[in-house]
Nanobody, 124 residues
């Protein structure tokens, strides 16, 4: 299993970014996929995800509708479209997958596979 994130960068507050997570080595459409982030000095937290069971999507309440998760099965890639970014969104963003998860979990310890992360910095 391999997860490779890309698309991070520096953006001004109010701007947008789209992160990509290219997945390989497992059945992309049959397993849970999640986006998490970790800001300096803080715990890693869930941002958005896709359920393994019915492919429903989940969003953290802190996102307030600003982010959208989507996937492209043909490319085995999951995206995180981020709009109206705030300085508080500054963090390293990680993609995660798990082959045994039923549904979706916000608990970081439940996820087996992680990407290397991509830095998102939002300036005020």
């Amino acid at each position: 299993v391999q997860l490779v994130e890309s698309g991070g960068g520096l953006v001004q507050a109010g701007g947008s970014l789209t992160l990509s997570c290219a997945a390989s080595g497992f059945a992309f459409d049959e397993n849970a996929i999640g986006w998490f982030r970790q800001a300096p000095g803080k715990d890693r937290e869930g941002v958005a995800g896709i359920s393994s069971s019915d492919r429903s999507t989940y969003y953290a309440t802190s996102i307030n509708g600003r982010f959208t998760i989507s996937s492209d099965s043909a490319k085995s890639t999951v995206y995180l479209h981020m709009n109206n970014l705030e300085p508080e969104d500054t963090a390293v963003y990680y993609c995660a997958a798990d082959l045994d998860m039923l549904g979706f979990s916000w608990y970081t310890g439940a996820w087996t596979y992680w990407g290397q992360g991509t830095q998102v910095t939002v300036s005020s």
